[in-house]
């Protein structure tokens, strides 16, 4: 085995599995560089072809990625799509198998860990727990060798920055998740790290902890401006914060873009259907007239909006449940008879406070899944209206 595979940490190497080593690891060495290491501005962290593989397994296919300073990417997608395998490697924790990544003109991936300098934060938070909360964030500089009277004005910064002043003496075990996760991010934004890596960081947090961390998140990422790369499978979580999301799947990058553009224009089904397009029916396409097409089948008539590719008989729509608008039926004979309206019958209504999420069942036995703020009743009689530029028509998979 290489030297540098030796970082592969037993079965499934993670950042989680390997922090106090790894930290303790990376703050020795950069005791003897620290100098050098303070933030440096760089203007690309560019990422080309960086790919990972395990045996037989492609963790990682061919990410190419060029970040700019200050922006905030999320790696989203579905467990086992390789977002903490890119993580990883980021960090240094992995060696590529293809690949490589610079900072402006340097190459960093040959570098260990402690050479990057990058900040990270984990889903587990990895505090030491036998150090109180200032301890826990000056660590990194004590080791680096900062004078304490430097330490002690950035550790009360970095605090300040995430509002944990009052809990400074207190050890970990005596801190809420939310503020631990505080501490953890205090911990990494103290040592000034020209990007900062965070593993789903909110995943441990109740739901309404994970709300007000996220908004915490995205503030000291506006008072500090520096370079976030965030892993998550959650899309609400990479929406609100990301500048840039990129969407993997099976190791392989299914779309980059800004979270207005993967929302609303998801560029494949499988994006799509990442991105809550829930409602996704195979139909028979007539026709294509510029960028709409016309479909039709299992007793309903669909004009949407025409992907890329279209050249089947067949095509999948794809709509999400909120952009479905609901109304009470009439039966009328009209609208069953309407494109982009469908008559049914709600099945199942959950509440969700804001709205009711719909399950409603056409006659045809297509079931269709609608958000609405109007109250519905399970049995009702209803009317779906789908706005055109709203169904996305795709070929089959
Ligand atoms: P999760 O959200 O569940 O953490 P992920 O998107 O972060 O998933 P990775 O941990 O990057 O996914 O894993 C990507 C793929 O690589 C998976 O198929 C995983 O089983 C495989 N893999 C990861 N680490 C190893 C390893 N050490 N040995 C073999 N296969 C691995």
Redesign the pocket.
């Known amino acids: 085995m290489k030297k540098s595979e030796q970082r592969?940490y037993g079965?499934?190497?993670?950042i989680f599995s390997v922090v106090p080593a790894e930290l303790t690891n990376a703050i020795e060495g950069q005791k003897k560089s620290f100098a050098a290491q303070r933030h440096q501005a760089f203007r690309e962290l560019r990422l080309q072809r960086v790919t990972r593989s395990?045996?037989n397994?492609i963790?990682?296919n061919g990410l190419d990625l060029t970040i700019r300073s200050g922006e905030f990417i999320a790696l989203l997608?579905?467990?086992?799509?390789?977002?903490?395998?890119?993580l990883n490697c980021l960090a240094g924790l992995l060696p590529l198998t293809e690949g490589s990544i610079s900072l402006d003109q340097q190459r960093i991936d040959q570098l260990p860990p402690e050479r990057r300098g990058f900040g990270m934060v984990f889903q587990n938070y990895a505090l030491f727990p036998h150090m109180t909360v200032r301890r826990n964030v000056g660590f990194g500089l004590l080791m680096r060798g900062i004078p304490r009277k430097e330490i002690r004005r950035r550790v009360d910064a970095a605090l300040e920055l995430v509002q944990l002043q009052a809990h400074a003496h207190k050890l970990p075990g005596r801190l809420s998740g939310g503020q631990q996760q505080r501490v953890a991010i205090a911990r990494a934004i103290v040592i000034e790290p020209p990007v900062i890596l965070m593993d789903?960081p909110l995943s441990n947090l109740d739901a309404k902890l994970r709300l007000e961390m996220r908004a915490e998140i995205k503030r000291i990422h506006r008072d500090l401006q520096r370079t976030t790369i965030y892993?998550t499978?959650d899309q609400d979580e990479a929406l609100s914060l990301a500048d840039r999301i990129v969407v993997?799947n099976d190791?392989r990058t299914l779309q980059i873009g800004s979270p207005e553009e993967i929302y609303a224009k998801p560029v494949s089904l499988q994006v799509a259907r990442f991105m809550g397009y829930r409602n996704i029916f195979e139909l028979t396409l007539e026709r294509v007239e510029g960028d709409r097409a016309f479909l039709e089948g299992s007793g309903i008539q669909m004009e949407g909006v025409a992907q890329e590719g279209l050249s089947s008989r067949r095509a999948v729509i794809a709509v999400r449940p909120d952009d479905i608008v609901v109304d009470a039926s009439a039966n009328n004979v009209m609208d069953a008879a309407t494109r982009n309206v469908i008559l049914g019958q709600a099945e199942i209504v959950e509440y969700g406070g804001r709205d009711y999420l719909v399950d409603v069942s056409t006659e045809s036995g297509l079931l269709f899944h609608a958000r609405t703020p109007r109250r519905v009743a399970a049995g009702e009689r209803l009317r779906l209206t789908i706005p055109t530029e709203r169904v996305l028509v795709f070929s089959p998979e």
């Open positions: 592969n079965e499934r190497p993670s395990f045996g397994t963790a990682l997608g579905p467990s086992g799509c390789g977002k903490s395998t890119a789903e892993v499978h993997l190791g």
